[in-house]
């Protein structure tokens, strides 16, 4: 029998992860503006992937399809990988780190609501693990005016056809800002003079810095909607420009500025759409400051001391795994029971 | 201005309330009968005092309360006992209770009665008429009200009215307060004296500014002191006790706890008003005010009849034909009753007529994606989620844990609910599980100091017989020593206390048969048929006369002090 309550708020799940599709518009809109359309391309192969895997999935396990393909939860953890990887990636890299995120670290796992790891950063650490070389080939933006492909031969590339006569790989790609940052400093130029390099422009990366900003527009949206909950993005970014502030202002030659790496990397696509992944953070409001302050330092001393280029992913999954012992631990008071009974 | 405070949570559904506050309260038609349910309040069922047949006048009692946690019920107009029987109730387990039906006669004839001066009459006498006019809390807890104006011991510094109303389409206590704020303040007062508060606070929703400004009127106009109407934020459920008091005075009441022990006692206004009528014009509680609401041409609120079969009831608002079942309370926290021929109670507080179109059935339930809106909206400050994880995996032990008793089951979690999971199903179905298993528990401990007790037994019969047999063995051989031995051998230390301590044995044997034997009454043993018979009757009658006094004595003695 029904019983009460017998109305609920006309939200659903499908609901939220389209607005927070939505809210990813800015950052790609100026990712295309910047580095031009070919992450559209990659978007699309992996949501169409994603989709795919979804459904074999769920037919595999006897689940209704209807219901969780419109969920748009499969087509979110693509954008996520999609907006993690080099644009310029071959479409098999994009099409094994898709469908590994959805059958194996979403589905095998119990499907959605039941995955304890980030579905599309298990896909972007299988792709660096395995991939390593393809995955520090990211197209460098029109502003530098370098060589560049046509939307064609950029097809014409991820889709096998190789790269025109007398091209190569590295002549029409770089290593992020961040990856060429430690590069430089481990060769012992000081970092003003890595800053003066042309692919760095204000804050960061010349164009990526951009693309950060317009994460983080799409990300205050998601805040102000109440979509996400303060807590991770901001504890996650203070806690990442503290640690960076802290090694800055002991080295200042060595270590770069907090904003630095506030607005290279993933860190703002991390802060505002990848740690607030629901099903893979904690529940309590205590609990996610702990988690997204973990996150943070993981980032910084992965990217600044681990060999990876950047540190997003896996401080995510480190933190991942801490979820349970964090929710355990964090359980707050219930009403009446504080104590002091005010 | 006074201070506010907030609870944590709450959400803001749909208030639906305008639909039924276009119109004054209209007297509901007298209907064909009434069906009166004698378990109307929490505590013991009302025992019959009519019999099948009789007449009974308006305002008689019809049910006298069983026990100190119980309230009487009275006929609501004037007519004819037709059945005392098992009917269905409106109550959510869906189970037949013990009604009297009612077939009136349409004279409305009020059986004698009158009012006290409440401010010259005893609080214990007060508090017997409250209980003898069977009022009892009509915000749908319906708890004895006799037993909730005393304070118990403890110093009591606030009392507060409770009208914030926060449920949607509810509507009867707004349109209470609007029509009667009078009674209601006066009924305030009179709750304040019995329980000695200091000052009384009248928490109402603020999407009811004309209930406010009656309220406010009433209290100047009655120049009450110390009675404080306070308009607090629309936010379900702010009506929620726990919830209103903690908006007034800050202070949380932790589950399990009263709040008399923290100074604060609550009534709803629509309580205050019946104890007014109760008090001061000697009216038992007979009708309340009823909205009817939802899939109806015409909503409105009406004044009705306890045991007014909902069928008639709703028909008087144009219930429409797509009516698929009806729905006492809100939407929020109400039941879906079991049938349309169920009588009115004290607790139908509302009666939302419920079409498929009007309440859409929930699409199939998705997995939690532990958002943790639930946790944002729950008044209670739980953890909804683990709690749903917890009764999901039968983890009751994990349940209790995480506080599901401080669960008030107000439907917030529920409602924000992305993935539609009927989270308080699953709790509803925990605590269940959880009492059942302590039933088992309680059974199994009985069963098992049985079973105790029987080893025991068996054990100590064992051990007299043995003992017993040991004692036949020494006086065997002692005796067959004394024959061997021929010659008395008077100085053997060890052979005389032995003798003489059996011989105190049997002596102490001796008398204590003796002493039962006296004590079995000898009298009723050699007594012809007659007059055995002669002897069932007179204790028959006995039991009587017992019964017929300790009825007078918890409810009809009249008030000592009327005159004074």
């Not at chain 2, 009298?523 to 007059?531: G, I, S």
Request: charged share 15%; net charge neutral; hydrophobic share 45%.
């Amino acid at each position: 029998m029904w019983s009460s309550p017998f109305i609920t708020q006309p939200t659903s799940v499908s609901q939220i992860m389209l607005r927070v599709l939505l809210a990813l518009i800015p950052g790609i809109a100026l990712y295309v503006w910047y580095f031009g359309p070919a992450i559209l391309v990659s978007i699309t192969l992996a949501s169409i992937t994603a989709l795919a895997t979804e459904a074999a999935m769920l037919k595999l396990r006897q689940r209704p399809l209807k219901p969780f393909l419109s969920d748009n939860s499969a087509l979110l953890t693509a954008w996520l990988l999609a907006l993690s990887i080099p644009p310029l990636a071959p479409w098999w890299m994009v099409v094994v780190g898709t469908a590994f995120a959805i059958a194996v670290s979403k589905h095998l796992y119990g499907g959605l609501g039941n995955n304890p790891f980030n579905p599309a950063m298990i896909g972007y650490a299988v792709l660096i693990i395995s991939f390593p070389v393809h995955m520090t080939h990211w197209l460098t933006p029109h502003a530098l005016g370098g060589i560049e492909l046509s939307f064609a031969e950029q097809m014409n590339y991820m889709f096998g056809g190789g790269l025109p006569q007398g091209l190569t790989l590295d002549a029409i790609t770089m290593a992020t800002a961040l990856d060429t940052m430690k590069t430089q400093l481990h060769l012992g130029l000081s970092i003003s003079d890595i800053r003066d390099m042309p692919i760095y422009g204000r804050l960061a990366g010349k164009g990526s810095e951009m693309v950060a900003i317009g994460f983080a527009i799409g990300g205050l949206y998601l805040l102000f909607t109440r979509i996400i909950s303060w807590h991770l993005p901001v504890a996650y970014l203070a806690a990442l420009f503290a640690t960076a502030g802290v090694f800055h202002l002991l080295d200042p030659a060595h270590y770069v500025t907090p904003l630095f790496h506030w607005f290279s990397g993933a860190a703002m696509l991390g802060a505002f759409f990848i740690l607030t992944d629901p099903v893979t953070s904690p529940t309590t409001a205590k609990g996610k400051l702990i988690f997204a302050v973990g996150a943070g330092v993981l980032t910084y001393l992965i990217r600044v001391f681990g060999g990876f280029p950047d540190g997003m992913a896996f401080a995510t999954l480190l933190m991942n795994i801490c979820v349970p012992l964090i929710d355990a631990w964090t359980q707050p008071k219930v009403f009446g029971k504080k104590g002091d009974g005010k | 201005m006074r201070t506010l405070f907030q609870f944590h949570g709450g959400v803001h559904p749909p208030t639906h309330k305008t639909e039924s506050t276009r119109t004054p309260i209209a007297q509901a038609a007298l209907p064909s009968k009434l069906v009166v349910a004698l378990h109307q309040h929490v505590g013991n069922r009302a025992k019959p005092v009519v019999q099948v047949g009789e007449r009974v006048l308006k305002g008689q009692k019809i049910g006298r309360p069983e026990g100190k946690l119980s309230s009487a019920v009275h006929a609501p107009t004037s007519g004819t006992v037709s059945a005392i029987d098992m009917q269905l109730v409106a109550h959510q387990s869906g189970l037949p209770d013990l009604c009297i039906t009612l077939i009136p006669d349409g004279k409305d004839e009020w059986i004698a009665h009158s009012g006290v001066d409440t401010t010259q009459t005893p609080h214990s006498d007060l508090r017997h008429l409250l209980r003898k006019a069977g009022v009892v809390g009509l915000g749908g807890a319906v708890f004895p009200s006799d037993l909730k104006a005393d304070a118990h011991h403890h110093k009591i510094t606030t009392l507060i009215l409770n009208g914030a109303e926060c449920e949607p389409y509810i509507t009867c206590d707004d349109m209470l307060m609007r029509e009667r704020a009078a009674d209601i303040v006066s009924g305030a007062q009179v709750l304040r004296a019995l329980l000695q508060a200091e000052e009384v606070l009248i928490g109402i929703e603020d999407n009811k500014p004309e209930a406010v400004a009656a309220m406010q009127r009433a209290v100047q106009d009655g120049k009450h002191q110390g009675i404080e109407v306070i308009a607090v934020p629309t936010l379900y459920p702010s009506g929620g006790a726990k919830q209103l008091i903690r908006i007034l005075t800050g202070i949380e009441v932790a589950a399990g706890v009263r709040s008399t022990e923290m100074g604060v006692q609550c009534f709803n206004v629509a309580t205050a008003y019946s104890v007014w009528r109760a008090l001061a014009h000697g009216e038992p509680l007979l009708s309340r005010i009823v909205t009817v609401t939802g899939n109806v041409d015409h909503a409105q609120n009406f004044e009705v009849l306890l045991g007014t079969p909902l069928n008639e009831l709703v028909a008087q608002a144009g219930s429409r034909a797509d009516t698929s079942k009806h729905i006492m309370g809100g939407p929020m926290m109400g039941v879906d009753l079991p049938s349309g021929t169920v009588g009115i109670t004290k607790a139908t507080n509302c009666i939302i007529e419920a079409s498929p179109a009007l309440f859409p059935p929930p699409p199939p339930a998705l997995p939690c994606i532990r958002c943790t809106r639930c946790a944002e909206a729950c008044p209670a400050e739980l953890q909804p989620q683990e709690l749903y994880w917890f009764a999901k995996a039968r983890d009751f032990g994990k349940t209790q844990e995480y506080s599901l008793f401080d669960c008030i089951e107000c439907g917030a979690c529920a409602y924000v609910c992305p993935s539609q999971i009927p989270l308080v199903q699953y709790y509803r179905f925990a605590k269940s599980e959880i009492w059942q298993r302590e039933r088992e528990a309680q059974a199994a401990e009985v069963a098992r100091a049985r079973h105790e007790y029987r080893q025991l037994r068996i054990e100590r019969d064992k051990q007299e017989k043995a003992e017993k047999l040991a004692q036949k063995e020494r006086e065997a051989a002692a005796k067959a020593a004394a024959q061997a031995a021929a010659v008395p051998t008077p100085l053997d230390p060890l052979a005389a206390p032995d003798d003489t301590q059996q011989l105190r044995i049997n002596e102490a044997i001796a008398r204590a048969k003796a002493q039962a034997a006296a004590a079995q009454p000898k009298n009723t043993d050699t007594l012809t048929p007659q007059q055995q018979a002669e002897v069932a009757e007179i204790e028959a009658r006995r039991a009587k006369i017992r019964e017929m006094a300790a009825d007078s004595g918890a409810d009809d003695e009249p008030p000592k002090s009327n005159q004074g």
